[in-house]
């Protein structure tokens, strides 16, 4: 009884100088891993048009029916994508999102994408329904930069 007693202790004593493997979150952060799929954002293209033509092809492909798209038609006065529509409307529910990237792989245009954003601890349900105004990123290249940059990180 005696010599586990003192065997369990220094196992304990031994952990105690070793190097801790946990960071203290959230004042310490660790570097997500360049393939990281976490939050989404909707790109543009170079020329500041947004990427997303409204085929709701992410919404068919999402196996937990989190995606509304509601699209409409671009005009010569009104022009938000390249293509004949645009997304009106754009919505993911994310908390039913299992963050699976199938709707980035659906995607023709490279629209919505899933960036390495991860801290997404909301306190009530209905801000948990991301649209447009948080989704489309302000200027073309976004998350591509970022992704490119934590990919450098990592070979570097
Ligand atoms: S990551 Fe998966 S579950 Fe989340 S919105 Fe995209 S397809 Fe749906
Ligand atoms: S994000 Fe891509 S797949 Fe989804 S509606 Fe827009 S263009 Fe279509």
New binding site residues.
């Given amino acids: 009884m005696f010599v586990e007693f003192v065997k369990g202790l220094g196992i304990t004593l031994r952990q105690v100088f070793r190097k801790p493997t946990t960071v203290n979150y959230p004042e310490e952060k660790r570097p997500p891993s360049a393939r990281a799929r976490w939050r989404h954002k909707?790109l543009r293209h170079d020329d500041g048009l947004e990427?997303?033509?409204?085929?709701?092809?992410?919404?068919g492909?999402c196996p937990a029916h989190c995606?509304n798209?509601v699209?409409a038609d671009n005009t010569d006065e009104d022009r938000k994508?390249p293509g004949e529509r645009y997304?009106a409307v754009?919505e993911i529910n994310m908390l039913r999102c299992i963050f699976c990237g199938y709707?980035e792989d659906?995607?023709?245009?490279?629209?919505?994408v899933l960036g390495p954003d991860y801290e997404l601890a909301d306190f009530d349900r209905a801000s948990f329904i991301y649209g447009k105004d948080r989704l489309l990123v302000p200027e073309p290249g976004e998350v591509a930069r970022e992704k490119k940059r934590l990919v450098e990180r990592e070979i570097g």
């Fill in positions: 909707l990427r997303c033509i409204g085929c709701s092809l992410c919404a492909a995606i798209v699209a994508s997304a754009y709707c659906a995607c023709p245009t490279g629209a919505i």
